[in-house]
């Protein structure tokens, strides 16, 4: 009896106090949670001064939920005994603790931040930087700890019955936190495949191939010309850079077998043979990059650990940031706005290098490129947030594609989506990759595709897609015909429909989970010509948890490649709507995949 006496009086001490402390300390978590929200959004916009202080604001807001929750002396460990009570108490100290060590790790994330957008040496340069990365990746370190133990704290809350503020802020946090968590460990992992390619973890050497968008292939464009980059440490140099067809000449014997090539090498009659500067036949520059270090070591060179390749448009973006480059042997300043222009004037033929200077057409690209590489490894401290946004921004263009033998290297590339394979999606997907035969009017070629989709009740569907290709190039005694052979990629899961198909030439691997199919198909110069595929999908629909069902599309532009049009015409089934605005009837692709998600109501 006395017992439970003691334990009413506690129950009845704590109504008076406990609650209201509680009560405070729940309204000091939820300004807290809020604090944290706004440091996140802060730095999602580079904001290192406004995520800083909401950082500081939210762990003063933790502190005083631990001063509440300290002030109830002697009472808190009685009402830990109190069944409601106890929750709340417990409940509380978890939180606070949680939202500390979120604070502090925000903090950390800052710091970070910030000496990678100003580092404190403005003359370090990209090739010196590595002293400096590992210290920032020892404290990003702590950060991603931190986060993981305060992201288990909120997830251990789950089940608790906190009242008020405080239960909606939990919510917020295990939702948010892991999410947060994830980014920070993504974020060590990016340091620690910068700091390897650059040689932390010991001497690297990788081919660097320019693609010419003119000469049309599924990665972006013919292989021109090639460099070899080394980085050791301590230095990162261009060693050499030169013309493909110059170091095919010189190695005449590092060829793909026939048996071995893809099939664009048996359109020719007779078949001609694959060299390193066709190692991009296949959307696939992982394999491309592989087969150019087999090419190279078969050819007697030391061997290398990957290959990065790069088109005018992403040195465009990188000169946009370093400043006009002098071609001398030229007599050219390039700059950002005229770099696509000027290499096209004179690898096309249309330029003609000086008289007397020994130079074929396609040595402005080496020169161009000899000038561009350097400047960018020698880029001080003060530029590199801006190169990192322009390089980031040519990456996800697809401008650029890069895969080393290094397996971190190669996940990092693979997360960002910069190793140039075709993502792994669900729902409609498209994209046409085309190997162009002898012609350099790629930037003339213009696509118009009518994709039409009828989708059924059960989430299946069918996809019908007619490509028009027009050659826009003027008539003249260098205008040639667009004869390409194209592979189509289409939904995970698709099966083509031959029947309903213009008849294919070959079927093709499938990349990203998206089964593939080739034709040949040739425009001549202001004409057009077409082609028509057709996939039937067995879950063409996207169904969530709660039974909701959404139409998604993913279309991948041709890299280098923009103002190709998608006219879009999806058919419901009968009695099913829009949940919300629908699809639009047309795009104009750009740089970027076209990617949405729209929602149904049956």
Do not use: C
Not at 63 to 80: C, F, I, K, N, W
Not at 118 to 146: F, H, M, N
């Amino acid at each position: 009896m006395w017992a439970t006496l003691v334990l009413g009086g506690v129950a009845l001490a704590l109504g008076a106090i406990g609650w209201v402390r509680l009560d405070r300390a729940a309204g000091a978590g939820s300004r807290g949670k809020d604090a944290l929200l706004r440091a996140e959004q802060s730095l999602r916009e580079r904001d290192v001064d406004g995520a800083r202080a909401s950082l500081r604001e939210a762990g003063a807001a933790f502190d005083e939920m631990s001063r509440q929750v300290d002030g109830l002396g002697p009472l808190a460990t009685v009402g830990r005994l109190v069944p409601l009570v106890r929750v709340q108490v417990r409940g509380t100290e978890a939180f606070a603790d949680a939202g500390a060590l979120t604070a502090e790790a925000g903090l950390r994330l800052v710091d970070t931040a910030e000496q990678l957008l100003e580092p404190a040496d403005p003359s370090a340069t990209i090739a010196t930087a590595l002293d400096s990365l590992r210290a920032l990746r020892s404290s990003l370190r702590g950060s991603v700890e931190a986060l993981d133990v305060a992201a288990a704290k909120v997830a251990a809350l789950d089940g608790y019955r906190l009242v008020g503020p405080l239960d909606d802020a939990r919510r917020e946090l295990a939702r948010r936190l892991p999410e947060v968590g994830r980014r920070a460990a993504g974020a060590d992992a990016d340091l620690g495949a910068l700091m390897t390619f650059l040689g932390g973890d010991g001497p690297r050497r990788y081919l660097l191939f320019s693609q010419n968008p003119d000469e049309v292939r599924p990665t972006g464009g013919y292989l021109g010309t090639f460099g070899l980059l080394v980085a050791d440490g301590s230095t990162v140099a261009l060693e050499r850079y030169g013309g493909s067809e110059q170091w095919r000449a010189a190695h005449p014997d590092a060829l793909v077998a026939p048996e071995e090539a893809p099939t664009a090498f048996d359109v020719p009659e007779p078949p001609v043979p694959q060299s390193i500067a066709n190692v991009n036949a296949e959307a696939d520059w992982p394999g491309a990059a592989r087969l150019a270090m087999r090419l190279w070591e078969q050819g007697g060179e030391e061997p290398v650990d990957g290959a990065v390749s790069v088109t005018p448009e992403f040195l465009a973006r990188l000169v946009g940031v370093l400043g006009p480059v002098e071609v001398p042997a030229y007599g050219e300043t390039v700059t950002e706005a005229n770099l696509v222009e000027r290499a096209d004037y004179y690898t096309h033929g249309a330029g003609r290098p000086p008289p007397g200077s020994g130079l074929d057409r396609k040595d402005f690209l080496v020169d161009l490129a000899t000038a561009v590489v350097p400047r960018l490894l020698a880029a001080p401290s003060s530029s590199w947030d801006a190169l990192a946004t322009a390089n980031g921004a040519g990456f996800d263009a697809r401008e650029a594609m890069a895969w080393t033998a290094d397996d971190g290297v190669a996940r990092s590339l693979q997360r960002h989506g910069w190793d140039g394979t075709l993502p792994a999606t669900e729902g409609d997907f498209f994209f046409e990759g085309d190997f162009e035969f002898a012609a350099k009017n790629g930037r003339d070629i213009r696509r118009t595709y009518d994709h039409r989709v009828e989708l059924r009740q059960d989430g299946s569907g069918r996809v019908t897609t007619t490509v028009t290709i027009a050659n826009g190039q003027a008539p003249g005694p260098e205008a040639t015909d667009s004869l390409s052979y194209i592979t189509l990629y289409g939904p995970s899961g698709a099966v083509l429909d031959e029947a309903a198909s213009d008849p294919i030439e070959e079927r093709e691997p499938a990349r990203g989970g998206h089964p593939a199919a080739g034709w040949v198909r040739g425009a001549a110069p202001q004409d057009a010509t077409t082609l028509t595929v057709t996939w039937d999908v067995p879950e063409l629909l996207r169904r969530d948890e709660g039974g909701s069902w959404s139409y998604e599309l993913t279309w991948m532009p041709l890299p280098g490649h923009q103002g190709d049009i998608v006219n879009l015409a999806v058919t419901l089934p009968e009695g099913w709507r829009w949940a919300g605005d629908p699809p639009p009837q047309q795009v104009v692709l750009g740089d970027r995949a076209l990617e949405g998600a729209w929602a149904l109501d049956p």
